[in-house]
């Protein structure tokens, strides 16, 4: 149990100040992502040039649906984490890091949240 | 610090006249991959937002990526997701204290781009052939 919160905690922890947690975290998101860039790949050209209603009866199936879910929740877990390592390498001076650090958790948590509620109310609202 | 010692302090490589070797240009591609796969990512959320806005705005998406700057930022897109993934598996590797000697080193460098640009050669050219 304590393990299980040590990972969760390295995965959603925002604190950049630690480290070790903040690299473990971008290790579990990587490694979670591989299986989803795979399927990805093989339904991307599966459904290459696919209609509007084609595409929304895909997303209507409950198991594609949840899988785009997770992935789009990894994509922006991940893109927030690498970006805060590139802000932290490029940028010194400290209110501007900050700033940077905020505005990239914000972008990047409401590009997840928009593509999860799409997602979702193609499923239960459409 | 007094001039002389700060004039003996050892500088750090001036990246202009440095000599490119595969593993800091594999490295700096990485993080550059990285970046830019903010953009397909956003597209990717905003081409899922068209599916419950209606067919109009799905089509217009459509039409966006039938363009010529639309097909290209596409190739280029699926090279980068390539790449970053290779590259990002072989970071993991040497996570995992494996493969640092540098022999494995240039040999999975160039492992890597040939295989991700002949992989998104090959892709390209599927989608072009549909």
């Known amino acids: ?126 | 610090m007094n001039k002389q010692e700060a004039d003996t302090r050892p500088l750090s490589p001036h990246l202009t006249i440095y000599r490119p070797q595969n593993t800091s240009i594999l490295s700096i591609l990485h993080r550059l991959t990285g970046i830019g796969l903010m953009v397909p990512s956003m597209a990717m959320v905003a081409w899922v937002l068209t599916i419950p806005m209606g067919p109009k705005y799905f089509e217009l998406m459509v039409y966006f990526f039938s363009t010529n700057f639309g097909k290209f930022l596409l190739a280029l897109s699926l090279w980068g997701i390539i790449y970053h993934t290779l590259t990002g598996i072989r970071h993991l590797v040497w996570d995992l204290g494996r493969g640092i000697d540098l022999k494995w080193v240039n040999l999975s460098s160039w492992f890597i781009i040939i295989v991700s640009i002949l992989l998104s050669s090959l892709i390209i050219f599927f989608l072009e052939s549909l």
């Open chain 1, 1 to 126: 149990m304590k393990k299980l919160s040590f990972f969760i905690n390295a995965l959603f922890n925002g604190d950049h100040q630690k480290g070790t947690d903040h690299w473990l975290g971008q290790r579990i998101t990587s490694v979670a992502m591989l299986p989803f860039v795979a399927l990805f790949f093989i339904f991307f050209l599966m459904n290459y040039g696919s209609g509007y209603e084609e595409v929304k009866n895909y997303f209507l199936n409950p198991i594609i649906n949840s899988l785009t879910i997770l992935f789009f929740i990894l994509i922006f877990l991940h893109l927030k984490q690498g970006l805060e390592v590139v802000i932290e390498d490029y940028i010194s001076e400290k209110l501007t890091r900050e700033i940077f650090l905020k505005a990239n958790t914000v972008l990047c948590s409401c590009m997840g949240l928009l593509g999860v509620l799409a997602l979702l109310s193609i499923y239960f609202i459409s």
